[in-house]
């Protein structure tokens, strides 16, 4: 059995959600004259790859160190969305169960593509990446109830749709690119799809059900598309924490990791060694463009 990080680089350049306290380092003693090397760190728990905890907004719900390692090891779907939806766009359950299977109480990972534009790629574009990434509405959400999903993760700033979180009011601009995009294509504007009711449902209506997420996955998932693999998240063992940054990686047979290591040979690959495929980039960015011409 070999691992497949799915963790995107930490480091002081990588951004935290929007207006949260980014990683901040110093040394406070260093080998001469102390002997040994030590730092200090202070950061958000909403930065990096991530874990959402329960407590993050359900009062009543479970800390980091409340979640067993059964549960946040299993098998998990896989699913690549790059093709289907863009900047600003909503995603369905029917788009995954088309392209994966999805067993009741799976994890589900969702690549939008949109890790491409994190900060360690060479398509980095942090205002992307946090604010146009694509996200769902309601039916998702109560599909993941149905299947009684164990977690989700994607590969981009929130597992809400940005347009659905504090955002909307923060980016102006970009909520009137969203607010013209959504009348041409679903014929209604950000207030109607994404009302009152609905602000930030995949955390606010599926936490107390148990279903948390990961976000900013990253790392080799360009190497695991529209599969099924076995998945693990690894928070600290944090008490009273609401959220965590931990390491999310995949499970893959021996004979297989030889297999994708020379797929990813054959990839280009970040300065960090993360491969990823520009592909994707241009998939999105058709969408984009056929829009802006019809």
């Known amino acids: 059995m070999k691992l497949l990080d799915l963790t995107i680089p930490l480091g002081i350049g990588t951004p935290p959600w929007p207006t949260y306290e980014p990683l901040q380092i110093k040394y406070f003693k260093r080998l001469a004259p102390n002997g040994a090397n030590g730092q200090v760190i202070t950061h958000s728990n909403h930065l990096g790859t991530h874990l959402d905890g329960e407590i993050h907004f359900y009062t009543a719900g479970k800390d980091i160190a409340d979640l067993e390692l059964d549960f946040l090891v299993h098998d998990a779907a896989i699913v690549d969305l790059s093709d289907v939806v863009a900047d600003y766009d909503i995603y369905t359950s029917e788009m995954i169960e088309d392209r994966v299977e999805v067993r009741e109480g799976d994890i589900l990972i969702i690549h939008t593509g949109f890790h491409h534009f994190g900060w360690d790629m060479p398509t980095a574009d942090e205002i992307r990446y946090m604010v146009q990434h694509p996200g769902p509405d309601r039916e998702f959400a109560e599909w993941a109830k149905k299947k009684k999903l164990r977690w989700l993760g994607v590969d981009c700033g929130s597992a809400d749709h940005p347009m659905n979180t504090i955002i909307r009011d923060w980016m102006p601009r970009q909520a009137r690119q969203a607010e013209a995009h959504f009348q041409k294509k679903y ?108």
Not at 258 to 271: G, I, N, R, S, V
């Open 187 to 294: 014929g209604k504007g950000l207030a109607e799809i994404f009302d009152d009711t609905k602000y930030q449902l995949m955390h606010i209506e599926l936490f107390p059900e148990g279903i948390i997420h990961a976000e900013c996955i990253g790392g080799d998932l360009d190497l695991l598309l529209n599969r099924r693999a076995e998945v693990g998240f690894f928070p600290w063992r944090f008490v009273d924490g609401e959220s965590c940054i931990g390491r999310c990686v995949a499970f893959v047979d021996d004979d297989e990791y030889d297999e994708l290591m020379a797929k990813k040979a054959a990839m280009p690959q970040t300065k960090f060694g993360d491969a990823y495929n520009p592909a994707h980039v241009e998939s999105l960015n058709n969408q984009v463009k056929a829009r802006a011409e019809s």
